[in-house]
């Protein structure tokens, strides 16, 4: 499986966009893209996925490069609630695969 | 359609003894993943059971273990605790075209002391 780069941490002004980074150089032509989010003390949320085209969904947008070597996942109006580890995914098959990194801590301020 | 609920939600056990948590999937969810979430080691896959067979399993010994039933809810077992077996378990069902699109439970979180 290939393996995902992201920062540590970010900050973000609520009511902005929220542009996270995700670099996963090595990921193969089966591989989805995979985006989980995991607000203090909860089990991690689904968000988002895409395998070559952008994908928009009610909560975000996945932004994939033509030559899928990076990702950006972008929340367009930050609320305080969006505070939470966001983790990026590259993997295929089972559940196996689905190996959560370190993450991003993204903090949402007033 | 409601979400994928683990019972119980907090557990409090002693070195030696073993516990079973349990998991109830989204409804016409066939596969069950478990998780541990510890702060040092993170989210570490345990296993993944689909329709009531054992699918993929982590590295983690045999003391832990699991089951699916017909209706697809799934229990995990852990004997003989032990204190760094105190972290948070997740359950997480897949609808079953996109394995990686999970859904998680709140998790149960257990302290062995």
């Known amino acids: 499986d290939a393996k995902t780069t992201q920062p540590t941490s970010m900050d973000c002004a609520e009511g902005r966009a929220a542009n996270l980074p995700c670099n996963h150089s090595t990921i193969s032509g089966n591989e989805y893209v995979y985006w989980y989010r995991q607000i203090h003390s909860q089990g991690p949320q689904y968000i988002i996925h895409?395998?070559?085209n952008n994908e928009t969904n009610e909560m975000a947008s996945l932004i994939i490069t033509e030559d899928r070597k990076s990702s950006t996942l972008i929340l367009p109006h930050a609320t305080l609630r969006d505070t939470a580890v966001y983790y990026c995914?590259?993997?295929?098959?089972?559940?196996?695969?689905?190996?959560f990194g370190t993450g991003t801590r993204l903090q949402v301020t007033l | 359609k409601a979400g994928v609920t683990q019972t119980p939600r907090y557990l409090i056990k002693t070195r030696g003894q073993q516990v079973t948590l349990s998991c109830s999937p989204i409804?016409?969810?066939?596969?069950v993943s478990w998780y541990q979430q510890t702060p040092g080691q993170g989210l570490q896959f345990l296993f993944e059971y689909f329709s009531e067979t054992q699918r993929n399993k982590g590295n983690f010994p045999g003391r832990f273990s699991g089951r699916q039933f017909s209706n697809s809810r799934s229990e995990m077992n852990v004997s003989t605790l032990e204190l760094g077996d105190s972290a948070l378990y997740l359950c997480?069902?897949?609808?079953?075209?996109?394995?990686?699109?999970?859904?998680f439970g709140p998790g149960t979180r257990l302290l062995v002391l």
């Open positions: 997480a069902s897949s609808p079953e075209k996109y394995q990686e699109t999970q859904y």
């Open positions: 895409g395998l070559k």
């Open positions: 409804s016409g969810h066939r596969s």
């Open positions: 995914i590259a993997g295929s098959g089972t559940a196996s695969k689905l190996t």
